[in-house]
């Protein structure tokens, strides 16, 4: 039986955004969950950094802000005294904003990602809010925006009840401000842009050649590892890595027998070190500064939407369309076209749920306790008798549903995008697409 999922996570033991970056001896402890405030849910703790001698102390409020994921998908307001600048992805950049006051400059560091409108910005700290952060709020105060995540912050361990009160009310003023700048934009103004990341992926995905549509991530990874077999790059790699062996096997044979054996052990060994090399040079190699699984998972995906008649759409302008429904994650790739088997159209949606990628400046997290990734169909139901009926339906295991109004999102969990494959997208959809038939027929029937 399938549940009402709760996408938005609040976990602070997740390192959802940089502030939350414990270090291999740091400690998250959890003070109070739930209604923290009116209108502001989440959780309060204290967190420690720890890493060796260097250790910060500070008082969280980890909360969410999903309706502005489309216009500021990542923002940092730092206490300059307390935090230099965070980690960043190898295809991202974190820019610095300078405001008209020379206070708040002076205290904080202001950063936004690159593709981020300036204008929007600078509408969310209207000269109120930067008045306000400047003069208002105590020492120490920070807060994060991370893929819809928002923590705010107060550097030490607060303790008595007031501190702790006076806390959950800065945190509540700072989501109400982010929501209510958030909620007022339109669709098609200020969304985030991604076109230069987007130019050279589809620069570069044309380095490898496939027969037919590849049947998972992986087998267009495997392609784009045998186009890089005979790049400079890669084959002096190899060549390292099989210099390695060589001298590896040479010396040990050498001293337990002779160096006759030693060299014989060690012509051998090479083609196996020159094969491992070879190997990770070709996984580990850029075209235009986009990665093999990257490359991959795009090409896949380009290609099932190319082959199933779905066309790509803007994951940004699909955000600002459903800000007010809760989704599991962020849109990585979105796939609009006709819902097989009713009257609907709809989007196929992948999602990632990995914002500690972002937190810690790297590309892929292997992680075994929990999914990284869904996917789902979205669609508009037009009408609240239908959503009624598939609210009551039972949903197959594995699947989730989320409605606002008449939108619904049926979703399950993958647990990563490098795990993508066409038949197990084609046994979602095809569920999707019979859960959506039930609940027209379900509607049409009397009584």
Partial sequence: MGTLGKPMSSDPERELTPALIRGPEGTV?????????????????????????????????????????????ALVCRDREEHGAPAQLPAERWEQTELESTVFNRRYLLL???????????????PALIDWLAHDVPAGFSFELNEGHLVVALAGRAEDAAALERLRSLAGEVRRRLREEAVEESEDGNLFDESEKLARIQGALGAASFDMPPPSVQAAMAGYRRAARWKPRVLLTAAFWALIFFA???????????????????????????????????????????????????????????????????????????????????????????????ELDGEFVTFGDAAELRSHGTEIAYVSERPLASIATVVDLSDPARVEALRRAELPEGLHLETTGTKV??????????LFDAAAFDRFRKQSEQLLARAKRTEAQPG
Wanted: charged share 20%; proline share 6%.
């Fill in 409 to 418: 999102a049926i979703w399950r969990p993958v647990q990563g995008n490098l």
């Fill in 112 to 126: 936004t990602l690159r593709g981020q409108d300036p204008v929007y910005v600078r509408e969310i700290f209207s």
């Fill in 248 to 342: 590896l096997a040479a010396l040990v044979i050498s001293l337990l027998w002779n160096p006759f054996f030693g060299i014989v052990a060690g012509l051998l060994a090479f083609p196996t070190g020159f094969g491992i090399g070879r190997m990770i040079g070709s996984s580990r190699y850029k075209w235009n500064g986009v990665s093999v699984s990257r490359l991959g998972l795009e090409r896949f995906l380009r290609e099932y939407a190319r082959s199933h008649d779905l066309e790509m759409g803007d994951r940004w302008r699909f955000h600002a369309r459903n800000r007010d429904l809760p989704l599991p994650g962020t849109a990585a790739h979105v796939m609009a076209g006709a819902v097989p088997g009713t």
């Fill in 29 to 73: 402890e959890i003070i109070e969950q739930g209604e923290l405030a009116p209108g502001l849910e989440g959780t309060l703790c204290h967190h420690v950094f720890a890493d060796g001698e260097d250790r910060r102390e500070s008082t969280i409020v980890l909360t969410s802000v999903p309706e502005g994921v489309a216009f500021a998908p």
